[in-house]
């Protein structure tokens, strides 16, 4: 199994910033992207952003510009630098691995989820 531990929510005021952090630990074998998801009270889990093992990264529409995601192979983790936030991105963001173990099994990871409101 593959253990995920979050970090770096918290309470921020309108165009602050934030940086969250996620390290993996366990059976780390085969990670092939790490990610960003975030869910909001009665919404669906929403894919913030993500990042490949080669280093190729993709974004939400409304992100972009806003928040860079990064990985550190070495440290098996994977930050999310959040800038000029709004009210609008406040939510639960969860950490998320995907291994490809085989050709036919991919297996998903998920953290346990840190708090992140922007409120004056």
């Known amino acids: 199994q593959v253990q995920l531990v979050e970090s770096g929510g918290g309470l921020v005021q309108p165009g602050g910033s934030l940086r969250l952090s996620c390290a993996a630990s366990g059976s780390i074998f085969s990670i092939y992207t790490m990610g960003w998801y975030c869910q909001a009270p009665g919404k669906q889990r929403e894919l913030v952003a993500a990042i490949s093992d080669g280093g190729s990264t993709h974004y939400a529409d409304s992100v972009k510009g806003r928040f860079t995601i990064s990985r550190d192979n070495a440290k098996n983790t994977v930050y999310l630098q959040m800038n000029s936030l709004n009210p609008e991105d406040t939510a639960v963001y969860y950490c998320?691995?995907?291994?490809?173990?085989?050709?036919?099994?991919?297996?998903?990871?998920w953290g346990q989820g840190t708090q992140v409101t922007v409120s004056s």
């Open positions: 998320n691995v995907r291994k490809v173990v085989t050709i036919n099994r991919i297996d998903d990871y």
